[in-house]
């Protein structure tokens, strides 16, 4: 008699999957079916923790399936940061659960330190602080990390060894120690990017400075401080950084930077050029409900190619470059990308000019954008992103005037109005598009059963009225993006301007097709099963 087999869940499965592909050397398979299930499961945290910790060794004996779950973990963890940032109190009770139990299985004795930073780490991918509790477990088990290689005493010796084991490369460094000390307390972080500018090391400066992009104010204010203790001892290197950061940071927090370059200049110290470098190509997804927009930056590399990366939304979110790779695998990247996101191929002032916006957002809101960027600035030879808002009246005025007179007129502008909700060049893109709030989903869940187009007149007069300039501005960026299509392939990016130009102006949104379909979504995906 055979014995039965466990049943594999779904979590097991998109585990496997990504596994297989991290084993073949290529990027984990995020699709719209994995983020399907990152909605639909938000509890599964749990359970690709458990799964993660079942196969990491020493415990376990398959450590490429394991990291499969800790991929599928920071997606989870991920979403559900997305929905606590639109104000789901659920959400965020689930990660203030999943990280009590985190500690609760350390204190236990059931998961070791090892795998305490590997949670770390995917709180700090995506962008979830570590509970006090959680933090402060952390700093007492960072030692036993690895029990069979003590760390030394001496923390020069300690740097030079981080150093050693990144190849000497800043951003690995700083980006694994940002990583892997995310859960430690504010105080322990602050004092080893200290450590790192104090310790007379000159690659370890180099990895300082990168510290002023770290996603904790305090911690770059600390750096700043001690970077002005060792100005002199900069290279030109790392003043060409400080110049490219400087406007990258809050603006109280220039000052500090300024200080530090007038100290080295002083010392005689000067700016280094930018090492020789380009773009061949720029892609640039569509605007998804979130406002979400990614880019696939392809530069040259000798007989092969590197592949660098921004994603943006409401700010720099992420932003990365690879090693180079050959002409096969980068054209294999970008056709997988092309497969789960619609995509344009864009012009460099059109990249320059969302990255210049999303800056602006990122530093009015105190943040600092991530290191990436300033490696995918120097990939590409040299970037000056400075921040500046793109100003949507300014931005829709423009587009106004290339939209044909016909067009505006007032039959034909109702008609265009009234049928957007039927352009074909939006039909995959607007998938995305849906109000996800928690008053609306509480509206939907109270007009479940009830009749479907009221209950989108409804919303579209009442909560999603609220939301009238953020669909506006995703209109408006949708048009922008599809204009930078070739003109033959004559996408409907006028038609978008004018429904953008209709909610600027505060017309009635169920007179725009568009909106009503957006509502009708909205219905459709809160109403569904499954959801918190």
């Known amino acids: 008699m055979t014995r039965a087999q466990p049943k594999s869940s779904p979590t097991d499965d998109h585990a496997r999957q990504i596994a297989r592909a991290l084993s073949k050397g290529r990027p984990p398979p995020f699709s719209a079916d994995l983020d399907e299930y990152c909605v639909s499961s938000p509890r599964e945290i749990f359970a690709a923790f458990a799964g993660a910790a079942r196969h990491m060794p020493p415990a376990g004996k398959d450590e490429v399936l394991a990291i499969g779950y800790l991929f599928l973990l920071q997606r989870l963890l991920e979403h559900l940061r997305y929905r606590t940032d639109r104000g789901y109190a659920d959400a965020a009770k689930l990660i203030a659960d999943f990280q009590a139990d985190v500690l609760g299985r350390v204190e236990a004795g059931q998961i070791d330190a090892r795998m305490l930073a590997f949670v770390g780490g995917a709180l700090h991918q995506s962008k979830i602080p570590a509970s006090p509790e959680l933090a402060a477990a952390s700093a007492r088990h960072a030692i036993d990390v690895d029990e069979s290689r003590p760390l030394p005493a001496d923390v020069r010796a300690a740097l030079g060894g981080i150093i050693e084991a990144c190849g000497g490369d800043p951003f690995v460094v700083v980006g694994s120690l940002i990583e892997n000390s995310h859960a430690m307390p504010v105080e322990t972080r602050r004092s080893l990017a200290g450590a790192m500018a104090l310790a007379g090391i000159p690659e370890a400066r180099a990895a300082a400075v990168l510290f002023l992009l770290d996603p904790e104010s305090a911690i770059r204010r600390a750096v700043a401080g001690a970077l002005d203790q060792v100005a002199a001892s900069l290279t030109p290197t790392d003043v060409r950084r400080l110049i490219a950061m400087r406007n990258w940071r809050p603006e109280a927090e220039r000052a500090e930077v300024d200080a530090v370059i007038r100290k080295a200049r002083a010392a005689g110290i000067d700016c280094a050029q930018w090492e020789a470098g380009s773009i061949e190509a720029v892609v640039a997804t569509a605007i998804d409900g979130a406002a979400t927009q990614g880019f696939l930056l392809v530069s040259p590399a000798g007989r092969k190619k590197r592949i660098s990366s921004v994603l943006t939304k409401g700010g720099i979110a992420d932003a990365w470059s690879v090693e180079p790779e050959s002409r096969r695998r980068i054209e294999a990247t970008l056709a997988s990308a092309t497969m789960s996101a619609p995509t344009l191929t864009v012009s460099r002032p059109y990249l320059d000019r969302s990255v210049a916006h999303h800056l602006a957002l990122s530093t009015e809101k105190g943040d600092a954008p991530p290191l990436g960027l300033l490696q995918v600035a120097e990939t590409i030879g040299g970037a000056d992103w400075q921040p500046a808002r793109m100003v949507f009246n300014e931005a829709l005025a423009g587009l106004i005037a290339e939209v044909p007179k016909a067009m505006c ?34 509206a939907v869940k109270r007009g479940r059963g009830g009749n479907r187009e009221k209950l989108a007149s409804y919303l579209l007069q009442s909560l999603m009225a609220r939301s009238r300039d953020r669909w506006g501005e995703i209109v408006l960026r949708t048009a922008l993006w599809m204009r930078e299509a070739p003109l033959e392939a004559d996408l409907c990016w006028r038609e978008l301007v004018l429904v953008a130009k209709a909610l600027a102006d505060g017309r009635d949104m169920t007179e725009i097709g568009l909106m009503r379909d957006i509502a009708l979504r909205t219905i459709a995906a809160l109403g569904s099963a499954g959801r918190m």
């Open 409 to 442: 007129e007032p039959a034909t502008l109702a008609s265009v109005l009234r049928m957007s909700d039927q352009l074909a060049d939006i039909e995959v893109i607007e998938e995305s598009w849906f109000e996800d709030d928690p008053q609306v989903a509480q």
